[in-house]
């Protein structure tokens, strides 16, 4: 089993910034795919970013240019820096990993438990 530990979140201004981390730990051959989702009430989770072991990332259009995902493979640490916040980016946020637990078993994932992001002034 893996978990995936969040922390970060918190209440921001408009314009401000925040970083979240997200540390995997448990059964862990190697982590592949490390990404950030985000969720408001009513509506389904979306994508925010994703990083691949090799440092490929992607990100959501809303969020180019202002938030940046990284992570730390020592660690199986994924971090998501966020910048010029808004109010559209209130969500609770949630840490995804695809992580592989032996050399011979598969993909599978795996979620945080969620962090609350509220951009409020």
């Known amino acids: 089993q893996v978990q995936l530990v969040e922390s970060g979140g918190g209440l921001v201004q408009p314009g401000g910034s925040l970083r979240l981390s997200c540390a995997a730990s448990g059964r862990i051959f190697i982590v592949n795919t490390m990404g950030w989702y985000r969720q408001v009430p009513g509506k389904e989770r979306e994508l925010v970013a994703v990083?691949?072991?090799?440092?490929?990332?992607n990100y959501a259009d809303s969020v180019k240019g202002r938030f940046a995902i990284s992570r730390d493979n020592n660690k199986n640490t994924v971090y998501l820096q966020m910048n010029s916040l808004d109010s559209e980016d209130t969500a609770v946020y949630y840490c995804?990993?695809?992580?592989?637990?032996?050399?011979?078993?598969?993909?599978?994932?795996?979620w945080g438990q969620g962090t609350q992001v509220t951009v409020s002034s």
């Open positions: 990083i691949i072991s090799d440092g490929t990332t």
């Open positions: 995804n990993a695809r992580v592989r637990s032996s050399l011979l078993s598969g993909l599978n994932n795996y």
